[in-house]
């Protein structure tokens, strides 16, 4: 298993994240997003993660705007603004920039989040 910081920008707002990568070719993956009151090194993200990638899933676990490390204010802390963060357009372009990550697995994974 491994891990590594990954960023992606969110409208004018860099949001950073920790995408959890398992040893296994073409794994499933999986989008986590905390809660109002957490962030993504809570406890239960942080153990979520690495059991996902124990059990073959890639697993992205990211700040929303204003939380954590990403860039933002309390005002932009809203759930119309967290939806834009979610999005997996955003999601997925920055992940291949960051990572060397073959385009079929990509397609896999954008082919499963449209089901």
Known sequence: MKTVKVSFKSEDHKISGILHLPDRKRPPCVIASHGLLSSKDSEK??????????????????????IGE???GEEDN????KLVDLS????????????E?????WGQASEAFSL
Do not use: C, N
């Open 78 to 81: 809203t759930v119309s603004k």
């Open 88 to 99: 997996w357009p955003s999601i997925l372009s920055a992940l291949i920039q960051d990572l």
């Open 45 to 66: 993200y942080i153990a979520l993660g690495h059991r996902m990638s124990e059990e073959g899933m890639v697993m992205l676990r990211f700040d929303f705007r204003g």
């Open 70 to 72: 990403s860039e933002g």
């Open 101 to 105: 990550i073959g385009w079929d697995w």
